[in-house]
């Protein structure tokens, strides 16, 4: 079978990351190198095309350990801290790119966020060489990528803010990326039924306002029927070895540096 989609899971934890700082009660097992997460973000391969889905504080380390060294775009899906903070080292994606400036997509509120945090990257050009310089640009509900690649987004629940879902589709593949939401609207389902797969926010076991739980994880999961799920922006009470032996079987745990073919 020929190959349309490659997903790099750069990075898999919530916003403090995995351990936390200090570490914490929770028992996870450190010894399982699964279970040391860097904050969430995506790296998609498809139709010749590289899009860079957020950019976590360890972005350049985990570009690094990844071998990621080019983005045709990137689309911030929300401008939360672990999402944002490291798209300062676009700079180097820019030096490599024509124009040496990168497209950047999002919503309204995360377009408001680069701005306020990174004033001396927008313009048309870089302000000194090596800098980095963005073109933002509104998600729209549907990007024509070129080549067949065609992603749709779907506005989805976070709290008192909106996250961007997206769905990648290429050579009659989907890729569903559903991170930080605590449901997903009509159209989000629409987008993501029957997914090849679907990657889809999973914090914890107990309750949280913002974020899916794996009860609440598994649910979409029952509903939408994609052949493979994977369970992302998790905390350190997700144990690994624990919580993925007891999934369903089209059901996984997503880890720093999981490659997903489709």
């Known amino acids: 079978n020929v190959i349309k989609m490659k997903i790099v899971f750069m990075g898999t934890g919530t916003s403090q990351g995995v351990p936390v700082i200090g570490y914490d ?3 996870i097992d450190l010894s399982n ?5 860097t904050r969430s973000s995506i790296h998609v391969y498809a139709a010749g095309k590289e899009i860079q889905v957020d950019a976590a504080p360890e972005f350049r380390l985990q570009c690094l350990k990844n071998s990621i060294s080019r983005a045709d775009a990137f ?3 929300h401008g939360h ?9 676009l700079r180097r ?3 490599k790119a024509e124009g040496n400036a990168i497209d950047v997509y999002s919503n309204e509120y995360g377009l408001s966020r680069v701005r306020a945090m990174f004033p001396y990257a927008l313009g048309d050009k870089p302000t000194e060489r090596g800098y980095p310089c963005f073109r933002l640009k ?3 509900e549907t990007l024509d990528m070129g080549g067949g690649l065609k992603i749709s987004s779907a506005e989805l629940p976070h709290g008192s803010i909106q996250t961007l879902g997206l769905v990648f589709e290429c050579g009659g593949k989907r890729f569903a990326y559903y991170t930080d939401c ?3 609207t009509p159209r989000a389902e629409e987008l993501a039924a029957g997914a090849d797969v679907l990657a889809v926010d999973c914090l914890r076991l107990k309750p949280h306002p913002s974020h899916m739980t794996l009860d609440e994880a598994l649910a979409v999961v029952e509903k939408l029927s994609p052949k493979l799920a994977f369970f992302t922006h998790t905390t350190s009470h997700i144990d690994y070895g624990k919580i993925e032996r007891s999934l369903p079987k089209n059901c996984h745990i997503a880890y720093d540096g999981l490659t997903v073919e489709i």
């Open 81 to 89: 801290a672990d999402h944002i903070a490291g798209m300062d080292d």
């Open 93 to 95: 994606f820019c030096d």
């Open 25 to 27: 009660s929770s028992g």
């Open 75 to 77: 689309i911030l899906t």
């Open 182 to 184: 605590k449901s997903l």
């Open 138 to 140: 509104e998600m729209p």
């Open 33 to 37: 190198p699964k279970n040391w997460r």
